[in-house]
Every structure is written in structure tokens, then in C-alpha cells.
């Protein structure tokens, strides 16, 4: 299973992300979006208003840590074992889906950061685009595709929140968290509707190959766990 995402599932998250013209597309605006952001000065403006008044106080430590990339990635671990010991299937799809996009994004975004190179408020380097804020949408975006929005809302409400601590903390300007947040959407959601579409639904159940073990009898099954 492991071996599979990380060589067929993480060259088909790629194709599937970004080998789609409207994805393309969307993500070509949301780069010009955010070069004329830098460009035109808002970011500068921005930094001026936000500076010496930092909103979040005592949350700030708790919202970075909640977007940050290694807090994703352990948690979809920890989906990963407990839905594989309770034989939870939609759970570790669930799961797998988080692990595909999550990587995508990770590698896309420190391509790009390294491609860019550019300087945060901060000083440091390779700030575009934001990695928490892709990350962080990354997740909310597949959780939106499997369960609708009653987690959906609220997951990207905190994805919002964690591209606003990344200005309050002076470690981004905002084109850094604009880009970020349209990558980790196009690649959660376009890597979760892909997954979706392999394992179709039908009256609530997932329609699957099966293959018995005993017999060699393959077939289609039907999937459901409560």
C-alpha cells in the first residue's frame, strides 16, 4: 500500500492536479494574483498596518502549530493505523487521500519556494507561497470533498486562520498566503474527487473489485461500514 502511494497514487496526484486546464488555469490567475500583490506594493501596505499590532496573542503558538505540514501529516498517520485496526474503510481512504495530496502539495510547494526565493517580513528565505496555509488548505479541501461541508466549513475557517497568523507572525507577506491557499485547494480537492471516482458510491454503499481468495472468482463488490 505504501509502495503504491509512493509511486503510482503520487505521480497520478500530480497529473491529476495539474495536468487539467482548469486547474491550470486557476492556478495561473491565482500566480498573477499574487505577483501584482507584490508588485503593485499591497504587500508593503500591509505590513505597515499589521505592524506592532498583532491580533492573536496567546492563539498564535496554537494556530501555527495547527498549520503546520508535520502536525498534518501525523495525524493523517494516525487515521491511517487506527482506520486500517478498525477496518474503517471510508476513514482510510480517507486517509490514504491526505497522504497523496499532502505530499503533492509538500513537494510542489518547496519547488516552488526554491524556485521563487523570495524574502518574508521576517527576513528568511524562500517565502512563496506560504507552506502552512497550502498545507492547511490542502486538508480542509479534502475533507470538504468526503464530508461536505458541516466539516468542511470549519476546516477551511481554520485554514483562513492560519494564513492570517502566518501575517500576524511577520513570517509572510500576504501574496505568499493568496498563492498558497489556491495550491492547497486545487491540489486537495482535485486529488480527493480522483480518489472518489475510482471507488464510486452506490446507494450509500462503495463499489469495488473483489477477488476471493479461495476460489479466484473476481467480480464487483459492495462496500459499507458502519
Sequence with gaps: EFKE??????????????????????????????????????????????????????????????????????????????????????????AQTLTQALCVNGVTT?????????????????????????SAFTVAAVLNEYYGPWAGVPSLALAGLVGYQRLDSRVHDFSDVVFGAFLGYVVGSSIARDQKAQFPEVFGMKLMPYADPYTGATGLALYKSW
Design 110 to 134: 518547496l519547488l516552488l519556494k526554491v524556485s521563487a526565493n523570495t524574502r518574508a517580513p521576517d527576513g528568511e528565505d524562500l517565502a512563496w507561497p506560504s507552506g502552512h496555509t497550502s
Design 5 to 94: 502511494l509512493g509511486t503510482r497514487d503520487f505521480w497520478r496526484g500530480f497529473k491529476t492536479s495539474f495536468w487539467d486546464l482548469e486547474n491550470a488555469l486557476v492556478l495561473t490567475a491565482a500566480m498573477g494574483a499574487s505577483i501584482s500583490i507584490r508588485e503593485t506594493g499591497v504587500d508593503d501596505t500591509i505590513r505597515g498596518r499589521i505592524r506592532g499590532h498583532r491580533q492573536l496573542g496567546d492563539m498564535d503558538e496554537t494556530v501555527q502549530i495547527l498549520g503546520n505540514p508535520g502536525t498534518h501529516f501525523a495525524a493523517t498517520g494516525v487515521l491511517w493505523l487506527g482506520s486500517a485496526l478498525t477496518r474503517d474503510f471510508k476513514s482510510h481512504e480517507v
